[in-house]
């Protein structure tokens, strides 16, 4: 290895340890990640412009998993996002072979030896350590709930911890509360595939909570609020270390929280309050039903 890869390797491990304990995040704990790689890595311009070919997105994302490993294996957990959306018309997964639809890390990882991915065709996650087996295992049809991966954080007292990236820009949990405390702007599309289980493809029924095609536009989220009011409650924790996003919050906090905040208003997660009415002017089902939308603004 060249004296450039080693020091840059040593720094970026520095900068990722060091700052996990300042969230005070254990080796032993088990994590749910934001994250933007490309932000993390932006402190380390230096070493790219004395030594360009470090610049590669496959080696980058092999130093982090490095990185993660050093710091959480054997004893802990993590876990990423690994949503394939295009299952809505391909029906077809593999949890092996069908790439997520997110970020460069998430697509590097998802079938790395060791990592192990839950069932579900559209809302998955992947996960590496001790309690990874827990975590994908034992899944009902369903994105979120009681037979969900998500489910099963606060039970792990599982932390999300978000690099590069604000805690309101990725948080899928959200539509997990949603999908508890009852919602009215989304609605959950059923989709049969097939789905790889073993050796063999299975065709199965699941459902997937979507936006309705008719008014997305006019549907805009704002968990930001949500965020600002865990960090005056002192349950979110953030650093901001050269120009690079750190946090953590603990995934008990945001469910206890965030389902008083949706019984308050079950639209609390989006940016305006929002009612979908369906008028049926036939009750048969081969008739179409008209759709109808009332946007009343908060104050």
């Not at 994302?61 to 004893?75: A, G, H, N, Q, T």
């Not at 792990?156 to 959200?174: A, E, H, M, R």
């Not at 949500?226 to 120009?243: C, S, V």
Request: hydrophobic share 35%; net charge positive.
């Amino acid at each position: 290895m060249s004296s450039f890869r080693k020091l840059f390797e040593k720094d970026s491990s520095k900068f990722l340890h060091q700052n996990l304990k300042k969230l005070n995040i254990k080796k032993n704990d088990v994590v749910y990640f934001g994250l933007d790689l490309k932000n993390y890595f932006l402190p380390f311009v230096k070493h790219f412009k004395k030594n360009p070919v470090l610049l590669d997105n496959k080696y980058l994302c092999e130093v982090f998993l490095k990185d993660l490993k050093k710091y959480f294996l054997p004893k802990g957990t993590i876990v990423f996002p690994a949503f394939t959306w295009k299952f809505i018309k391909n029906k077809k997964f593999h949890p092996n072979q069908s790439t997520p639809e997110l970020g460069i890390f998430e697509k590097y990882i998802f079938n790395k030896p060791g990592f192990l991915r839950s069932k579900h065709p559209v809302n998955s996650v992947v996960a590496l350590g001790k309690r990874k087996k827990e975590i994908v295992s034992n899944h009902g049809s369903f994105s979120f709930g009681a037979n969900s991966p998500f489910e099963k954080f606060p039970k792990l007292n599982l932390k999300f911890v978000n690099i590069g990236v604000y805690f309101y820009n990725s948080c899928t949990y959200t539509h997990h509360l949603e999908h508890i405390n009852g919602l009215n702007h989304r609605y959950y599309k059923f989709v049969e595939g097939l789905i790889k289980d073993k050796n063999k493809y299975i065709k199965k029924k699941f459902f997937f909570l979507v936006k309705y095609k008719y008014f997305d536009k006019e549907l805009k989220r704002d968990e930001r609020k949500f965020y600002e009011l865990l960090k005056r409650k002192k349950f979110a924790k953030e650093l901001k270390i050269k120009n690079i996003i750190f946090s953590s919050i603990n995934s008990k906090d945001v469910y206890r929280e965030g389902l008083k905040y949706l019984k308050a208003d079950p639209s609390n997660f989006m940016k305006n309050n929002i009612v979908v009415q369906f008028n049926e002017s036939n009750k048969k089902l081969k008739n179409k039903k008209k759709l109808k939308i009332k946007f009343n603004l908060k104050i």
